[in-house]
């Protein structure tokens, strides 16, 4: 009886969030981002030290956490006085930024809007603070922050962007 109404409840999230025949069709596929090499431990560590800095800044405690485009754990740091829960979030929101090839707000955003056929999807984590990082327009990996509120989250990743 549970696996059923598991089922039913992940078809009705799904359609929930179905295209309306008024909504436009994109050209485009979005978030078509190439691939390119996969960010060297160098590079994650300076992409994790902008975003600690601006951490700090604000006295936020974080948890930091880059992924090559695969969702491979390549850097990761935990402030001082950062909550535990916030390691697993981190790490998620780095992986579903690197699998999808889209900043985690744009799940949140999603949410927000009653789309919510997201729940259902594996790996989506519905809160800003992951962002994909790129290099010569190609995506090499990812970062997630998490610890504090979901934009200081983001705009702590976001300082790491241009490393």
């Known amino acids: 009886m549970t696996r059923i109404f ?23 596929m979005p978030f078509d981002i190439p691939y390119g090499t996969p960010i060297t431990l160098d590079h994650a560590r300076a992409v994790a030290d902008a975003a600690r800095a601006e951490a700090e800044k604000h006295h936020w405690k974080l948890v930091i956490a880059v992924v090559d485009p695969s969702g491979t754990l390549v850097f990761f740091e935990k402030m001082d006085g950062a909550q535990t829960a916030s390691v697993a979030i981190a790490e998620a929101k780095a992986r579903a930024s690197a699998g999808f ?38 995506l090499i990996g990812a970062i997630g922050c998490s610890g504090a509120t979901s934009v200081q989250d983001g705009v702590a990743c976001k300082a790491g962007l241009d490393k």
């Not at 090839?101 to 594996?122: D, M, N, W, Y």
Request: aromatic share 8%; proline share 7%; glycine share 14%.
């Open 101 to 138: 090839r889209r900043p985690t707000k744009v799940f949140q955003e999603g949410i927000e809007s009653g789309k919510l056929f997201f729940l259902a999807v594996p790996g989506v984590i519905g809160a800003e603070g992951g962002f994909p990082l790129m290099a010569e327009g190609k």
């Open 6 to 28: 598991q089922a039913l409840l992940a078809l009705g999230l799904l359609f929930a969030g179905s295209a309306r025949a008024e909504d436009a069709v994109p050209e485009q």
